[in-house]
């Protein structure tokens, strides 16, 4: 073995053996595996400096980076991306321009050139898709209303990397060309411009009936091995394409991606592509951290800490301001704006391209790299508890702050347009609640919603069906629902405390109320039943009861039988 063989080996084998260690890490405190990924990868690059072959770790990285992008592609797809331009589009986009135009200043105040502050800006507008699905979901708010927003912002703010990585490339090469003036920065951005169009104009002209023939073709040789070569084939091809008229590779995969899926075979490719997209992956972020050598990072860590803090507020603000302004109750503004105050791993991307065009330094590159680090680390935990953070700052400022937009977004109306009695309350109407109500709909069992959901909430005035805006949490809010004279509670909101808040603010208004609630954790069984929940209903072990049953009846499994295993479950699972 050749030593610059063995240099290979090493360098994988630290890179793997960081990741491991610092995913592992991540995951014991409770931290996107992500951060752990980067901290881990800055250890390493800082402590064996000499032990990693830099130049092969960047190439893996770039193809990484590269078919991560195409994955995003595939996920979008074109209905989902049109289906959330009719929503929060304008806002996001005036966000991301705030923003930018905002942290440029912050920037150029603490003395930085200005190609370094247009990239680091430009990063800061923009959010980590990765950070926040991945916290939302494991905590089951995907579905929620601040969820869905969050989601849906994250993704304009994705699309947002289109243009940034044409625009940032035009103005770099003009200002480091010497010509300042902005005849000569329209010219050049004109020129990006059309050249974008023309590229996406011989994708979509080729791939939107070549694509889908060929991996149609391609899927009926019934070669797995074949279908992964292809796929990945088309991936390279579309990052030649992009790098020839002079775009970014990435950009080229990620347009394919969208192309693939609108094809019947996206969720082959997908799972395909996937386990080489985590591999990849995970080599970019401990890349990145490895790329973050902290001896040059000190000098300026006052800086970096200056700017964290302004990015995350700007955002804050800037965020929670717009989605106030669009009718979204307070919580849920509170909630995605607490969501996007971190910066995006696409930031890294940018960092990299601002590198190979001489548009950053080492320092600058590092600045960002640490930047962005620090932003998703202390974001974090605020966002995995959103809610406590949420009803402690409401409680402690609620009315020392003025109201900046009108007060009639967030009243209930008053109980005498709702003379039940016996009736269930349902709060929150999402995937669960709505199931719930429609049964009881078809049943005739009266029953009122509390959400805060504009659009699920007119929807349902609009077929007769009492409703409260507001947060269930809220004690005035339940009030209004009628709590005391209602029959039961059904609490179809996963969230913790939430819950606990409900549970208290029912049981004061009508002790022993018989509360149904859902919860996606079992260890939360024993202490919501601690708080007086009659029946807890977790949806994966009903759903895992539901298969039982059926298989074990085609199986021949006599109905008594199966009825003792499935109380056997439950008392295991302990409902019983």
Known sequence: MTPENLSLFTTLTLVFAAAIAG???????????????????????????????????????????????????????????????????????????????????????????????????????????????????????????????????????????????????????????????????????????????????????????????????????????????????????????????????????????????????????FAEIRPLRDLFAVVFFVALGLALPLPLLFPFLPVVLVMTVAVMAIKWVLVMGLARYLGYHRKTSFLVALSLTQMSEFGFVLAAVGVSLSALTTGNYTFLIALTFLTILISTPFIARGHDVYYHLYRLLERRLPKLFPVHTESVQGRHDYPLKDHVVICGYGRVGKYIGRAFEMAGIPFLVVDYNHATLAELRARGIPVVYGDPADRDVLDYAEVEYAKALVIAIPDRHTQEMIIAHAQTLKRGIKIVCRTHHEEDQRHLKSLGVQVVIQPEFEAAVSIVTRLLSDFGVAPDEVSGKVARLKIEHGLG
């Open 23 to 269: 995913g592992y890490s991540a995951g014991r405190l409770k931290l996107p595996t992500l951060v752990g990924y980067i901290a881990a990868g800055i250890m390493v690059g800082n402590i064996l400096p000499t032990a990693i072959n830099r130049p092969f770790l960047s190439l893996i990285a770039d193809t990484g980076i590269t078919i991560l992008l195409f994955t995003v592609g595939i996920e979008f797809s074109f209905q989902r991306l049109n289906t959330i331009l009719r929503t929060v589009s304008w806002a996001a986009v005036l966000q991301i321009v705030l923003t930018a135009g905002m942290c440029f200043l912050v920037l150029t105040f603490l003395q930085f050139s200005f190609l370094p502050a247009l990239f680091i800006a430009s990063a800061a507008a923009l959010s980590s898709t990765a950070v926040v699905v991945k916290i939302l979901s494991e905590h089951g708010e995907l579905d929620t209303v601040p969820g869905e927003v969050a989601t849906g912002w994250l993704v304009v703010q994705d699309i947002a990397v289109i243009p940034l990585m044409v625009l940032l490339p035009a103005v770099s090469g003009v200002v480091l060309s010497g010509k300042t003036d902005a005849l000569a920065i329209l010219i050049a951005i004109g020129g990006s411009i059309v050249k974008t169009l023309l590229f996406l104009f011989l994708i979509f002209a080729v791939g939107k009936r070549g694509i889908p023939k060929f991996l149609s073709t391609v899927a009926k040789w019934k070669s797995q091995e074949l279908f992964i070569l292809t796929t990945v084939g088309c991936i390279f091809l579309a990052t030649v394409l992009a790098y020839l008229l002079g775009l970014s590779a990435p950009l080229g995969a990620f347009i394919a991606g969208l192309l693939i899926a609108e094809t019947s075979q996206n969720h082959a490719v």
